[in-house]
């Protein structure tokens, strides 16, 4: 099925900015409440949020095979549930719907009225029913780091992560979209030289640099997915911050894994950017070696060529970027971590999501999280108001910015931003 919606050459009747991150060329897709306080599934053109329910109603859509609240609903599962070829034919309606030459919605002044909302004017919510969420740990670069750092330097890698994409599942009940603040956690904390453990709030808060991928429903229960049909799958990106607690971390992970450490709460950006708003940004993976077994075996541009930004913004101060890193240096791709996912039958259902785990380029800029950034507080980092970081600080607000970028076009997921606020106060 053609995927005109990627032209590069289309131009929108929508004013948009040169540097946006959501050009025709885009067209993600996300849940937002109006000032009416109507909920509606919707895409973004520039500064614009489109309402898609509406665009429904109206009849614009005419001519698609879809439920008649398709777009009034309040999460994507069933969009997600209705597979790619859906979503292609909605992305190229909607591609022609703001096309400059179109005059159908473009010179209807009412329609516009009830269709097209300022970005500012609308709140961004959680754009699916996330039923499961399993995150990888997939960065080489990440995985020998933290190796150094809490095992033997020589052997950082664990003898299976090679071989297989590792990855552990986690809670989808704290998963918020950007803007929503979030708690320093509680935990038991092992303090250095002790041998028993303390009770408080964590003091090593951390940002993870991830993306994750949603899955429509991949398979039934017992039927693997192939690594060859695995982005057939995979509706599309976000940005993630997998927020972490390093001390509660290091003492709970020993046998069986994070738990109390990751759970508290991991934020996402609320559009989701399509595989194939994406596809002009594939591009080659590492090498592996060595090579994986069959099933999990690719041949092709499996990679995608995401340039990733996290900034820390103090309280009433400019924010410092500490991290330039690119979604092309993961070792295992999404195709790989899906296949090794189902290939013991596991059930992938619509709204599922899969984080990548932390992103670290090869260099000391591109790592992606404050445990590498600082070497485990060794080296603070210095922010432009003067002060320095090792983890993040109360009322530190984190900012994940993601884009993809050619010769011809930018298409970006603009950002997930969260407020850390101090711990709750308890009593025991």
Not at 28 to 41: A, L, Q, S, W
Not at 286 to 309: F, M, S
Not at 350 to 376: K, N, R
Request: proline share 7%; with cysteine.
């Amino acid at each position: 099925m053609p995927n005109f919606a990627n032209d590069p050459s289309r131009k929108s009747w929508l004013e948009i900015k040169k540097d946006s991150d959501f050009p025709i060329q885009n067209i993600p897709f996300g849940v937002f409440i109006t000032k009416e306080d109507v909920i509606t599934i919707g895409t973004r053109i520039g500064d614009y949020a489109i309402d898609m329910g509406a665009l429904q109603q109206l009849g614009y859509f005419e001519g698609i095979e879809l439920t008649d609240d398709m777009f009034m609903q309040d999460t994507l599962n069933d969009f997600i549930s209705d597979g790619r070829k859906t979503w292609r034919l909605v992305r190229n309606r909607l591609s022609d719907i703001f096309l400059d030459t179109n005059p159908k919605l473009r010179d209807n002044e009412s329609h516009k009225n009830i269709v097209i909302f300022n970005i500012s004017d609308v709140e961004m919510l959680l754009p699916v029913q996330i039923g499961d969420y399993t995150d990888f740990y997939s960065s080489k670069e990440h995985a020998t780091n933290v190796g150094k750092m809490f095992r033997d330097p020589e052997n950082a890698l664990l003898p299976n992560w090679l071989h297989i994409p590792v990855g552990y599942h986690g809670r989808s009940s704290t998963i918020v979209p950007s803007g929503i603040p979030v708690h320093r956690p509680y935990g038991q904390t092992l303090p250095n030289g002790e041998t028993q453990p303390v009770f408080g709030p964590s003091r090593l808060v951390d940002f993870e640099l991830e993306t994750a991928f949603i899955t429509t429903d991949a398979n039934i229960m017992g039927e693997p997915v192939s690594v060859e049909n695995a982005e057939e799958c995979i509706f599309g990106m976000v940005l993630f911050n997998d927020w972490s607690a390093r001390d509660i971390q290091k003492w709970e992970y020993v046998p069986l894994g994070p738990f109390l450490a990751k759970n508290f709460a991991s934020s996402i950006s609320p559009w989701i950017v399509t595989l194939d708003a994406l596809l002009p940004f594939k591009c080659e993976s590492p090498v592996q070696d060595p090579e994986p077994l069959p099933y999990l075996r690719q041949t092709g541009k499996h990679a995608y060529d995401i340039n990733l930004q996290v900034a820390i913004q103090p309280e009433n101060a400019e924010e410092t970027i500490v991290s330039n890193s690119n979604f092309k240096y993961m070792y295992w791709t999404m195709s790989q971590q899906l296949a090794h996912h189902t290939i013991n039958g596991c059930r992938v259902n619509s709204g599922d999501m899969m984080g990548s785990g932390t992103i670290s380029g090869p260099t000391p800029d591109s790592f992606g999280s404050m445990l590498e950034l600082s070497w485990g507080g060794q080296k603070p980092l210095k922010m432009n108001d003067g002060s320095e970081r090792k983890f993040i600080n109360d009322n530190d607000t984190v900012i994940i910015r993601g884009y993809c970028q050619n010769d011809q076009v930018r298409i970006g997921f603009g950002e997930v931003s969260s407020k850390l606020l101090p711990a709750i106060e308890m009593k025991f």
